[in-house]
């Protein structure tokens, strides 16, 4: 608890106490003014921060808020009691001291709430570097601000501390937990040349990293950054509430100020008793209730907690905004390459050879050992073994078409079908989409490798989560042939493909479905940030995957998932339907609980004690409701 | 030009008035107040002397809630 909590505590249980004592002294003390004395010490111990705020607000032309609206209620409830007391009645100054007892419980348990939802967020995402290990001359480790090193420098990363900026290991290697940044818990080993991520905790071995960039274009700060900037744009369940609170207050006000002059004004003039005292007290309570505290604490920590769950499973999400567009998504409309497929190259079959199929690999790796060319990458990558490039020579390149050499003492070619008809070799030609390279071995066909994007495991279940979570079409968009997007298609169980488009025509195409779809519906784009920036900016929330370390994606994007599994796009979704959900109990639950207590106190069927009970029972509700949105593990 | 300054501020109607008292003071072209994460996002007008600017950026918001604070 923090100190001013604590102090708050302490007033309340003090207030408590006395309150309780004053009861006990009204057995015996008959005079009411001394009652009055009495019950105004616990009433000005728990209230008289509420009274002063309230004269602070009046000072300054700020009247309306809850401040006032407890001050005038309360003191409406004593003066009530006061009048009373001198018609030779019974005084009642408990119901005025519980009310500001009991409002000032719910603020506290609110404060408390919040602050600590406010501390689980924070730490879900504690990915703040706070030092930096270098060497001085004396090789001797120095700890440093983390913005102070420069590019280029060679920092030390222990096992257990935070790798602090980006950068490149240069000795050593290690396993990385990069939960905080993806929300994936298996780690990542690291070796020399690796690639390593600012945010992601060192587990096993000490790293040198040679940093690539300063402090604030690291990873660790651009997603602080963007969770940070996440709770200022506003939703318009946000905005409606505090314009809500704008028009509420000044009306609750007014009406309680009828409520209490005009019943007695008609009853005067009908020639009856005016009851005034009993109507004032209706008024009181009737703004006793009216205190909007549950709409209006619930509705932005629903959002932050459910924009805190999602950055802990590794989906950013840039706002509470594009959490209400994300709950409305009916269509998701996909990049192929990198979002739905791998985006690299796979040798994904060898045919018709009569060598076994390790040979066939065996012998083309070596064929293109010194090449790094994409082709030759991925069928050096299917070989898996060290090559031994000392057997290759005479190595030839023919552009366009393929390489020449000789293998073990065997002339080997290898090449694509214009290769084949130069060489004068009877190939045979392949059914399956993807690039195919064929190979000759001493003059006669020794068959062919098929080389293609390989689709992501997840993506066909991606597909059936999103249309569980009540997506009506998806839709995937490629530069690539017909024939490839269709297999792609097929295997995922996409609804709708378009082949062959240029990036222009993709923004075309998402235009196109842009119109077509209904007003309420909204459109999602999915692409892993190369190239499709335009389309991600056009469609009503863009959503970039695998962006760790792709600044482009992170700028143009709504949504920005950390790793490129596309299940996670489902999850978002549901993550954002539950934050939303929330929401709308909230609101529905709590203004119909005010609106129920507004009526039965008007008629004077709920009198103070209901209308305060209710008031914090509804608030601790919202409050605790609203935490839920931060449990997304199971979602 | 835009910085964010952290602030304590106890409920989140009072973050909502400290966001307009700042918004309505002079050289600020823009300021959010996010009550969960306790920061204030001010956008200065071109010129302003951010300083100076959020001295009387702290004293509005005094006046609409005294018990709020700004750290600059």
Redesign the interface.
């Known amino acids: 608890m923090k100190k001013?909590q604590k102090k708050m505590l302490i007033r309340i249980i003090a207030a408590t106490v006395l309150t309780i004592a004053c009861i006990i002294c009204e057995r015996f003390i008959s005079a009411w003014y001394v009652m009055l004395l009495l019950y105004m010490i616990p009433y000005l111990i728990a209230g008289y921060d509420v009274l002063r705020?309230a004269g602070?607000?009046i000072r300054?032309r700020?009247v309306f808020?809850?401040n006032f609206l407890m001050s005038i209620a309360t003191l409406g409830a004593i003066f009530v009691g006061i009048s009373n007391a001198l018609k030779g009645g019974d005084g009642d100054y408990l119901e005025a001291v519980a009310v500001m007892l009991l409002y000032q419980t719910g603020?506290l348990f609110?404060?408390i709430a919040?602050g600590r939802s406010?501390k689980n967020?924070s730490s879900l995402m504690d990915i703040r570097p706070d030092y930096a290990n270098i060497e001085d001359e004396n090789k001797n480790l120095k700890r440093v601000d983390p913005d102070e090193v420069e590019i280029g420098s060679i920092i030390i990363v222990n096992p257990g501390e935070k790798i602090p900026l980006d950068g490149i290991v240069r000795e050593g290697s290690s396993s990385l937990n990069t939960a905080a940044l993806t929300g994936e818990s298996v780690p990542m080993d690291v070796s020399k040349g690796s690639q390593v991520l600012s945010g992601c905790i060192n587990l096993s071995g000490v790293l040198k990293i040679e940093t690539t960039s300063d402090f604030e274009e690291s990873t660790a700060s651009k997603i602080l950054e963007l969770v940070?900037?996440a709770?200022?744009r506003k939703s318009t369940s946000e905005n409606f509430i505090?314009k809500f609170?704008k028009y509420y207050t000044p009306i609750v006000c007014f009406s309680a100020l009828a409520l209490a002059v005009l019943p007695p004004l008609f009853l005067l003039l009908a020639g009856r008793d005016p009851v005034i005292f009993t109507w004032i007290y209706r008024a009181c309570t009737f703004l006793v209730i009216s205190c909007p505290?549950a709409v209006?604490?619930s509705i932005?920590?629903s959002?932050?907690a459910g924009l805190g769950g999602a950055s802990s499973s590794g989906i950013l999400i840039k706002g509470s905004n594009f959490l209400e567009t994300l709950s409305k998504v009916r269509y998701v409309v996909f990049d192929k390459t990198g979002t739905l497929t791998h985006g690299t190259f796979e040798v994904t079959a060898v045919h018709h050879t009569p060598l076994a199929a390790e040979e066939l690999l065996r012998i083309t790796a070596h064929l293109e050992g010194h090449s790094s060319h994409p082709i030759a990458m991925s069928i050096k990558k299917a070989y898996k073994k060290e090559l031994n490039l000392d057997i290759v020579k005479d190595i030839r390149e023919i552009s366009g078409k393929g390489i020449c050499g000789t293998v073990d003492g065997r002339s080997v070619a290898a090449g694509n079908a214009a290769l084949m008809q130069v060489l004068g070799i009877d190939y045979k030609d392949c059914h399956h989409t993807g690039t195919i390279i064929h190979v000759a071995m001493d003059g006669s066909y020794a068959g062919h490798i098929v080389i293609s994007d390989t689709i992501k495991q997840s993506s066909k279940e991606a597909i059936a989560e999103l249309r569980k979570a009540g997506i009506k079409r998806t839709v995937m968009l490629t530069g690539d042939s017909e024939k490839v997007a269709r297999s792609v298609a097929e295997a995922v169980g996409i609804d709708e493909f378009h082949a062959g488009l240029l990036p222009d025509e993709k923004v075309s195409r998402v235009e196109e479905l842009l119109r077509l779809k209904g007003t309420k519906e909204k459109l999602a784009f999915a692409g892993d940030g190369i190239n499709d920036a335009p389309v991600l900016s056009i469609s009503d929330i863009g959503i970039a995957m695998g962006a760790l370390g792709s600044d482009a994606a992170i700028e143009a994007a709504d949504v920005v998932l950390m790793d490129d599994d596309p299940k996670k796009i489902a999850k978002a979704i549901r993550i954002a339907k539950k934050c939303l959900r929330i929401v709308h109990e909230n609101l529905i639950f709590s203004i119909s609980i005010k609106v129920l207590c507004l009526i039965l106190g008007a008629f004077g069927i709920a009198n103070m004690w209901i209308a305060i009970l209710a008031d914090v029972g509804v608030m601790i509700l919202a409050v605790l409701n609203a935490i839920r949105a931060l449990f997304v593990k199971e979602v | 030009m835009k910085k964010t300054y952290p602030i304590e501020v106890d409920c989140a109607n009072c973050a909502e008035k400290m966001e307009n008292a700042a918004k309505n003071t002079d050289g600020v072209k823009d300021a959010t107040v996010s009550f969960m994460t306790l920061k204030m996002k001010v956008e200065f007008e071109d010129g302003a002397d951010p300083d100076s600017v959020m001295k009387n950026v702290l004293s509005n918001c005094k006046k609409v809630e005294e018990d709020c604070e700004i750290f600059l």
């Open positions: 001013n705020k602070h607000g300054n700020q808020d809850e603020e609110q404060s919040v406010r967020i940070e900037n709770a200022s505090s609170a505290c209006v604490i932005p920590l959002f932050f």
